[in-house]
């Protein structure tokens, strides 16, 4: 079974073979513009883009061979470690060119294929924890009114569901630090053991729920690249069905929102309090009748 340390190192190889895959698209772009003869000026972006991939490649094959160690997997790790030794800098660039002429990488393509077995492995010490922590939050509706709460406010509806975390998971935070340069963003809930979070929105009319679509939206762009959290919920509270679920993954898909975010749409119990007019001065009153 994988543990945090795992899952960490499986979310840095993902961002590695995300920058190579950029090196890569760059180098066959080139290739493929210039018929696979660059000038002088194509000839220095290639360079550059294939610095670029060598670096990656580089830091894959050691990465991967620490991962395939720690998932107890020696011969793997033997392989990938004398792959590489034999494996010289030129080689690392190497193009392909697949059936229907597109340029690939067939180093990247083999460090893709030894990643794909390993990450089914760290990911699969997680599936069923995540299971039980996204059926908790579709289920939100549901422990507001049987705690019979009065769910006014986005808090009240997030505490409660804190409380029902807790039972599955020990280690489960509220409003969790993820701190970037200049500003550290708090999901509302966070369960370090399975590297997510969620952020809770509270609707009660059809303009909250377009301003919750901005602050999620918001909320992608503070939260990415932070490998402590790797999969994300958008929970939307609403107090009376101003949307369906299918619509929410409908407009994530059309805004090509982040792929580890998981909307979910809920319809429950509670009536945001109004705060009450402050009652005018008796000069005020007479101001306004004359």
């Known amino acids: 079974m994988s543990g945090r340390e795992e899952q960490l190192l499986t979310a840095s190889i993902q961002e590695a073979l995300h920058k190579a895959g950029l090196a890569e698209d760059k180098i066959g772009e080139i290739l493929a513009r210039t018929n696979g ?26 990465d991967v061979g ?9 011969q793997l790790a033997k392989d990938i470690r004398k792959e590489r030794k034999r494996l010289k800098p030129a080689k690392m660039v190497d193009m392909g060119v697949t059936p229907d002429g597109d340029f690939y ?22 599936v069923s924890g995540l299971q039980v922590f996204q059926t908790i ?37 509220k409003e ?24 809770y929105k ?19 762009r503070g ?6 959290w790797r999969t994300f919920y958008a ?3 609403m107090t009376a069905p101003f949307a369906h679920q299918k619509e929410w993954e409908e407009e994530f898909r059309f805004a090509k929102a982040d792929v580890n975010w998981t909307p979910i749409i809920v319809n429950g119990p509670g009536e945001r309090k109004r705060k009450p007019r402050a009652p005018r001065s008796d000069l005020a009153a007479a101001t306004t009748m004359t």
């Open 137 to 173: 939050l579709e289920n939100t509706a549901i422990i507001i009114h049987e705690s019979r709460i009065d769910a006014s406010n986005e808090a009240k509806v997030r505490n409660e569901v804190l409380k029902v975390l807790r039972y599955s998971f020990r280690d489960t935070l």
């Open 223 to 228: 939260y990415s690249g932070h490998y402590d």
């Open 105 to 126: 990488s067939t180093t990247l393509g083999k460090l893709r294929g030894y990643f794909r077995s390993l990450s089914t492995i760290t990911k699969a010490g997680a």
């Open 37 to 62: 003869d660059p000038d002088e000026t194509e000839s220095e972006r290639k360079w550059d883009a294939e610095t670029m991939l060598q670096y990656h490649v580089e830091q894959l094959y050691r």
């Open 235 to 237: 929970v939307i509270y």
């Open 202 to 220: 509270y609707v009660d009319s059809e303009t909250a729920l377009k301003k919750a679509l901005d602050d999620i939206y918001a909320d992608m």
């Open 66 to 74: 620490i991962l395939a160690e720690r998932l107890s997997l020696p």
């Open 176 to 199: 969790v630090s993820a701190a970037k340069t200049f500003k550290v963003y708090k999901p509302d809930i966070g369960v370090a053991s399975l590297m997510a979070a969620v952020e």
